[in-house]
């Protein structure tokens, strides 16, 4: 009878990523941590029946520290991949064992430029150098705050139901996760529409139900518009309207929505026409290296210091209504700007600084 544990406790631990084909090769390691009674958690803890995205994106973000085993299998993983970006949106600290002599990719290889790596290829005692790499906080008493999971590995009956649950869980987990992207569950991921404007012209609508799904696309997206209005993406601006006090995307109702990943967003060097509306964004300075913008709307957002708009100097619209401005006198500084959109409440203000000779001035009441 083998003895797997998993910590559920609220100690510092590690958490430990790796591919089910590289199973045999990294289970030595997770016995030898183990063994010195480094508190750990891996996928050993995912019970029968369990959400296991759930339980694999709470235990990550939890944990103090990840250990990757990174190799081809790895790679070709998607829910690998997923770990190594939610682990690098919540800034985690991160180790990375490279298994195998190969190249990162050029986009995951700059994810972890700052990170620790060891190559198994070119050591003779992998398990000393990663001990060597962990603080001593992450020891326990190898007791406390552990859930047991017993493995009889003796019994072929027992294989043949771990074969068999397995094989489901795999199933499932292929249905999920091609369902997540396809807008099959109405509790997660992205849900697209189209809709047409007054004037016949199709709109998409994206809605996402939860952040994970935004920063997965927008990791990978590489256009040069991005249109966001709280929990929504939209393809055209004029899509987001401002209605009694609230925002919408079409005729969807926006949440008030936290925008948390704005330092991918600021390293996307296409976008020249970006919407940031409804997201309680109260600072927006990392917008500064922006230069590119042509187009920015941070309306229904609470900014309190516009003093980043100065570096953007081909901005030709800006949008800041019900935006909660004090101070609009940096408009001077912007020499390309044609159009700015205002609420009413802060005309006055506006008009002490705006040459409306040269600045197309639209006030929303």
Known sequence: MKQYKTYNGNEPYLFISYAHRDSDKVLPFIEELDKANFRLWYDAGINVGANWPEVVASHLLNSEKVIFFISKAF???????REINYAVSERKEMLCVLMDDIKLPEDMAMQL????????????DTSEKIEEELDQSFIGDGISGYEQIN?????????????????????????FIFGYFNNWFSFAGVKTTSTSDTSGKQIEISEFKDSLSRDIMLKAYDGASLYFCGNYMVSDPEAIICKDGKWYAGDNEASSSDFSDIDVLTSKDKIEYLALV?????????LSSMNQLIYLDLSGNKLNDLSFLKDLNKLQILKLIDADIKDLSIINDLKDLKYLYISYDVLEDALKYIDTSKIDLVVKK
């Open 278 to 286: 409804n997201e309680n964004i109260t600072d927006a300075s990392k």
């Open 75 to 81: 790679l070709d993983s998607q829910n690998c991949l």
């Open 151 to 175: 493995r009889d590995r003796s019994s072929a009956n027992i294989w043949r139901i771990v074969s068999i649950v397995f094989a489901s869980l795999f199933l499932i987990s292929a249905i």
């Open 113 to 124: 430029s700052t990170v620790k790596k060891i190559n198994m290829t070119t050591l003779k």
